[in-house]
């Protein structure tokens, strides 16, 4: 990676595993103008992972299109944006630790994640998804 303030090379100084959001946390020195700045190494979704639909389309998995979704389903919390960034969160590592067979996702299969988690959270947003984005 390069500096973001002189383009120059950088090595990394520090780095730490995100177990729970699959996210690499970098600490990075610059080689040249020897500034120090934080990076964050994290999957990108839409080139690995698309949705398998009932009729047999593929889109890809898009994280902020299921943000947007569930923060529709929150809006009438006190924080929806921190919530439904968590939910979110959450729903991802449940998408991974349910197993993803080349790249593919059910979509039935992730309404599914998405009801029960946002069950497990607030019953009245599983209403509301459910009102709203289940077949």
């Known amino acids: 990676m390069v500096c973001i303030y002189c383009g120059y090379d950088t090595t990394v100084a520090n780095s730490r595993v995100q177990k729970l959001s699959n996210n690499v946390w970098r600490r990075r020195k610059c080689r040249s103008c020897g500034a120090i700045f934080t990076s964050i190494e994290k999957p990108h979704y839409p080139a690995n992972i698309v949705i398998f639909s009932e009729d047999g389309s593929l889109t890809p998995f898009l994280p902020e299109k299921l943000f947007l979704s569930v923060y529709g389903c929150l809006r009438h919390r006190q924080n929806p944006i921190e919530d439904a960034k968590n939910i979110c969160d959450t729903i991802t590592r ?30 009245t947003a599983m209403v509301h998804y459910q009102a709203f984005h289940a077949k």
């Not at 993803?100 to 497990?120: F, S, W, Y």
């Open 94 to 123: 449940k998408i991974f630790a349910n197993g993803v067979a080349d790249g593919k996702v059910k979509k039935a299969e992730l309404r599914n994640i998405i009801k029960v988690t946002l069950n497990r959270f607030d019953k």
